[in-house]
């Protein structure tokens, strides 16, 4: 079984300024790992992924994304935050093989201030 | 393109009306999900349809119930609710059920 742990249930930060967002996981086999986010009464849209390959995932809006297979962590990046970044963010991991398909985090939100 | 698309966008209903949740993707996917989401909490998988075929349904009571008619439709059936199934109602796709999942704008589901 996977379970997602994300660390911070809100975090605040000024505009401009950097942010991190931490997820760590834990499974018994391979996974494929996401950051999903949600702006105010929206669905979700898919910010990055981490499929294979080079452990660094750049994705939209500027985020990018470090997988660490020793820490089990895939922790979300952005140098410097808007105001429209405000929003939750979800990290989920999908096993490689096996029936479940997305395990959630119970997700973080970011408040940026002006 | 990645869309996946949802109607209604808001449902207000009583316990005992009977009403339907749609969705709907063209991206040749063969996977496709329900989820539900209460306000402040991540999404909880309901169901998930594998090339037009049921293959998990998560301890969902009977008076939600999931129709996939074609590989590009997915519904959902609501029958004598209860107010705590207020919630927003997401709908999702994938290529295959273990890959990466696009999700719909969702339904905003109120049960008086």
């Known amino acids: 079984a996977q379970s997602v742990t994300q660390l911070d249930s809100q975090v605040p930060v000024f505009e401009e300024a950097p942010v991190e967002l931490r997820c760590n996981y834990s499974?018994?086999?391979?996974?494929?790992l996401f950051w999903y986010v949600q702006y105010p009464n929206q669905g979700l849209q898919l910010l990055l992924k981490y499929l294979s390959g080079s452990t660094l995932v750049k994705g939209i809006n500027g985020f990018e994304a470090e997988f660490n297979k020793s820490q089990t962590s895939f922790h979300l990046r952005k140098p410097s935050v808007h105001i429209s970044d405000t929003a939750e963010y979800f990290c989920?991991?999908?096993?490689?093989?096996?029936?479940?398909?997305?395990?959630f985090g119970k997700g973080t939100r970011l408040s940026v201030i002006a | 393109d990645t869309e996946v698309t949802q109607t209604p966008k808001h449902l207000v209903m009583g316990m005992t009306n009977k009403k339907s949740l749609k969705c709907e993707q063209h991206?040749?996917?063969?996977?496709m999900y329900w989820y539900k989401q209460k306000a402040k909490k991540p999404p909880e998988l309901m169901f998930v349809y594998s090339y037009e075929k049921l293959s998990i349904n998560e301890s969902v009571p009977s008076r939600f119930s999931p129709e996939c008619p074609n590989s590009s439709l997915l519904n959902l059936h609501l029958h004598a609710l209860q107010p705590e199934d207020s919630a927003l109602y997401l709908c999702a796709s994938s290529q295959g059920h273990l890959e990466t999942q696009y999700f719909g704008p969702g339904t905003r589901l109120l049960v008086l």
């Open positions: 991206m040749g996917h063969r996977a």
């Open positions: 499974s018994s086999v391979s996974v494929y």
């Open positions: 989920a991991v999908s096993p490689r093989s096996g029936n479940t398909p997305l395990v």
